[in-house]
């Protein structure tokens, strides 16, 4: 849960996580894997991480999210194995698609967003739309390091 808190406070205030973070929590938590079930729990650890790393990456790759989150994403993973990983990105998703809306809403673009949420959902598995991806000069995008946190810790409390 540290890493989480750190990462989300670092993602607030320069919408960046630091890969040293990132790098060593993933280590960390297959030393502790191993330490703690062999050679079955780096099997479940690296499963973790595959899996939070995989579902951001698709995300990643349609140019919605930062390489920061898959990353973060991963570790998390990584710390709390798929079962309790499948709570977690549930919670955050609706973290962030509440976070989404409530910034949208206060700035004054809601219908804006809600369009290119729909364009982007809709193009999946096709060529994107550059003008829809985070690299896009007019993006606008939130730190998603608080959701991904917000999931975490909800998966924990819900155990």
Do not use: E, H
Not at 125 to 132: P, S, Y
Request: charge should be positive; hydrophobic fraction near 55%; charged fraction near 10%.
């Amino acid at each position: 849960m540290l890493t989480v808190s750190i990462a989300a406070v670092a993602d607030l205030r320069s919408r960046r996580i630091p890969n040293w973070l990132v790098g060593s929590s993933l280590l960390g938590a297959f030393v502790t894997a191993v330490a703690t079930d062999g050679a079955g729990g780096l099997g479940r650890s690296v499963a973790g991480a595959a899996l939070g790393g995989a579902i951001l990456g698709v995300l990643y790759l349609m140019g919605g999210m930062g390489m920061g989150d898959v990353k973060l994403c991963a570790a998390v993973g990584a710390w709390i194995g798929i079962t309790q990983l499948m709570m977690a990105l549930v919670v955050m998703g609706v973290a962030g698609g509440v976070m989404a809306l409530a910034y949208a809403a206060w700035g004054g673009f809601l219908k804006q967003t809600l369009g290119g949420a729909g364009a982007l959902v809709c193009s999946f598995g096709r060529r994107r739309n550059a003008a829809l991806t985070l690299d896009s000069p007019g993006a606008r995008s939130i730190p998603y390091a608080p959701a991904i946190a917000i999931g975490t810790i909800f998966s924990f409390l819900a155990r």
